[in-house]
């Protein structure tokens, strides 16, 4: 069955079960797949697949599952049984209906031009990102690349009915200089034009090279240089941690915090699925609700949480357009630039540490934001405004606010960032960040 035909089937099933309220997004999806190590392509993969997520309400009790048969018998079966599931379920204690549709969306982002799934367009893409990084010095250079061509179209109970359609490119490898060395690059993109393979190798080539022969870092608080995607990690953690559903559960940082300062005065953080240029921009929240521009933090201030339908009700505010039935979250992170190059924002520290990437971060208390990651990739001992030794095994063990908070330089260039550790599109720029806590590993 087709899209068009698959959602008033499943309402009228749904409708029919008992829901209250009920909304069904299905999902069209092709994708090629690309993964090579040694400076070779060892796996390419095309997929195509539909699928629909049917979310059902009956008052505050609520359900949802996915579906892969688009017979119509395993849909209206399906969806009786959501139903089923939700009414047995303990409920939550709230409701809000859906928005009342017809809603209008930006024509803007509705529909994108769809990116080659071509294999040999795709193969020079990613011989062109090791090329470069093997002209920068890299022994060998290994990743993923992704081209993906998506199509969603929502129905809700509620009469919001939307199709967007968008394509998307992404890359994300690393490069080898010795036993020791090794640099990270990626581009994403949402159109062939902005996509740039051969300056990701070529910055993952270069970061590789210089970061030979590593020392053992020494732990202590020092001034830090954070690049893109490090700030990439913490600001997700923001957009993340502003959830109402993580506020309520007492799960985040940001909780009582909405009116006070939580970074310092330039920081500020948006979330913005309405810019048809960025990776993630999207039309419609899976309420169906017009997706929106907001600040989350601005100028230091936090500004917002992120509501769905049923946490604004819950506050006693509006939507923001950000559900998620179940939690609401960000579409699309942008944090604001500053003025400075990242050779200023080096040769502003006398002695530091400048962290080029990140993964593992884990949290040791969600509630007041402390946590730690370890520094993945080339790392780099600052002396005297310079870049010095590379270095190795130190982990940072701080708190994300105070982090926020001690952030006294901002970089001009930003960087859209998104792979495994960063699974929100984020468009940041590098910052020094003062009294950072490294810590050795146990």
């Excluded at 199709?163 to 640099?183: K, N, W």
């Excluded at 030979?212 to 941690?241: C, H, K, N, Y």
């Excluded at 509630?367 to 405004?385: C, H, K, Q, Y």
Aim: aromatic share 6%; glycine share 10%.
């Amino acid at each position: 069955m087709k899209p068009e035909e698959v959602t008033p089937v499943v309402l009228r099933a749904c409708r029919d079960a008992g829901a209250t309220d009920a909304v069904v997004l299905v999902t069209e999806e092709e994708e090629a797949q690309i993964r090579f190590s040694n400076n070779n392509v060892t796996v390419s993969n095309n997929l195509r697949e539909m699928s629909a997520y049917v979310f059902v309400f009956v008052k505050g009790k609520k359900a949802g599952t996915n579906i892969e048969d688009m017979s119509k018998r395993t849909l209206v079966t399906t969806a009786q049984k959501v139903v089923e599931a939700a009414k047995r379920s303990p409920g939550e204690g709230g409701y809000a209906p859906l928005p009342q549709g017809p809603l209008l969306y930006d024509d803007r982002l509705m529909n994108s031009e769809p990116v080659t799934q071509d294999p040999k367009d795709l193969m020079s893409m990613v011989r062109e990102a090791i090329d470069a990084a093997r002209r920068e010095g890299a022994e060998r250079v290994a990743g993923s690349m992704m081209a993906r061509n998506i199509k969603l179209t929502l129905h809700t109970s509620a009469d919001a009915f939307g199709t967007m359609e968008r394509g998307g490119l992404e890359i994300s490898l690393r490069a080898f200089s010795g036993p020791e060395a090794s640099g990270h690059g990626l581009s994403v993109a949402s159109t062939e034009r902005d996509f740039h393979p051969s300056e990701s190798g070529s910055e993952a080539g270069r970061l590789a090279h210089r970061a030979a022969s590593p020392i053992e870092g020494t732990a202590g608080r020092m001034d830090a240089v954070f690049g893109p995607m490090v700030v990439a990690d913490l600001m997700q953690q923001v957009g993340r941690m502003a959830s109402a559903f993580h506020v309520d559960s007492g799960m985040s940082f940001l909780r009582g915090r909405l009116g006070h300062e939580v970074a310092s005065k330039g920081v500020t953080l948006w979330d913005d699925a309405t810019n048809p240029n960025s990776y993630g921009a999207q039309p419609f929240d899976q309420e169906g609700l017009p997706t929106q521009r907001k600040a989350i933090i601005e100028d230091g201030v936090l500004m917002t949480y992120l509501h769905n339908s049923t946490t604004a009700a819950k506050e006693g505010v509006e939507s923001t357009a950000n559900a998620g039935l179940v939690a609401p979250s960000p579409f699309s992170l942008a944090m604001s630039p500053g003025g400075r190059s990242l050779e200023s924002l080096i040769s502003g520290i006398d002695h530091g540490i400048y962290v080029t990437n990140d993964w593992y971060l884990r949290y040791q208390n969600f509630g007041n934001g402390d946590l730690s990651f370890i520094p993945r990739d080339a790392m780099f001992l600052i002396e005297g405004g310079s870049i010095g030794a590379s270095l190795k095994e130190l982990r940072v063990s701080d708190n994300v606010l105070r982090m926020l908070s001690n952030i006294d330089g901002i970089g001009q260039q930003r960087k859209m960032v998104k792979w495994w550790e960063v699974d929100t599109p984020v468009l940041v720029p590098a910052v020094s960040v003062k009294d950072v806590n490294f810590t050795r590993p146990q």
